[in-house]
């Protein structure tokens, strides 16, 4: 659902969200980016940092410095620029490239079983689409995506499984997911990425955006060893094309 008009949320006593909905939606998301990058262009002293989610934007500030009432009345100034449609921002269109073999894709079957699937399918259905970067999240470089074709929708485990590998590319509760670091996860691994989205050495180290598409392109394992070695090297494999 979409909000008619934002909430404001206290989270502590320096630290404001501006709720838009309750929906993972690409108008609720195009609002919350549209907030985020006028209200970093105004430069306001006190504030600290901005983190766009799906359906809100969570703003550190500095109360001493920056009145509440006072960063209330910037955000509604901004807000009234809406009009309830707001612009969908041109990010970039990244093509990721992704190795579905079994050896990389650990939960396949298990997926193909859950949504009544032949398990080559589920490569085909992956990289028909193009997804929209909502956010990052629960850990460094974690890129959420929407746009999953709802032949690939199945709910999250219940329990999750033991770590996933770097790079791991998954799917769940109608999302797919770009991982990074080994963690636990209630996901399905379906394939995996030899691109880095997170690396503390480069500048920025977050490698795509919110309001950036994805395309994932098929490879094969021979060919993910290779851009795998490339990646080590420091270099980005994956493309990067202007969006339309």
Not at 106 to 129: C, G, M, Y
Not at 167 to 178: C, K, P, Q
Not at 220 to 243: C, H, P, Q, W, Y
Request: negative net charge; glycine residues 8%; hydrophobic residues 40%.
């Amino acid at each position: 659902m979409i909000a008619n008009t934002p909430r404001f949320l206290d989270q502590g006593e320096a630290t404001l969200v501006v709720e838009f909905g309750d929906s993972v939606d690409p108008e609720i998301n195009a609002k919350v980016l549209f907030l985020d990058v006028e209200l970093n262009s105004k430069k306001v002293s006190g504030l600290q940092e901005t983190t766009p989610s799906y359906r809100s934007l969570l703003i550190c500030y500095e109360p001493l410095e920056l009145k509440r009432a006072l960063l209330i009345e910037i955000i509604e100034e901004i807000l009234s620029k809406l009009n309830n449609f707001p612009p969908m921002l041109s990010g970039r269109v990244w093509t990721i490239p992704c190795c579905y073999d079994g050896s990389f894709a650990e939960d396949l079957t298990e997926a193909a079983q859950a949504l009544s699937l032949p398990k080559e399918d589920i490569s085909r259905l992956h990289t028909q689409p193009s997804y929209r970067v909502y956010m990052y999240g629960f850990a460094p470089g974690w890129c959420y995506l929407g746009g999953l074709p709802q032949a690939l929708s199945l709910p999250r485990r219940l329990t999750p499984r033991s770590p996933t590998p770097n790079g791991a590319i998954m799917i769940g509760g109608g999302l797919s997911l770009i991982g990074t670091h080994p963690m636990p996860t209630g996901w399905y691994v379906i394939g995996r990425t030899p691109e880095r989205l997170f690396s503390i050495n480069r500048d920025p180290p977050f490698l795509l955006s919110p309001g950036d598409t994805v395309l994932f392109e098929k490879i094969t394992l021979a060919r993910f060893f290779d851009l795998e070695r490339r990646v080590m090297n420091g270099e980005i494999i994956a493309k990067m094309a202007d969006s339309q």
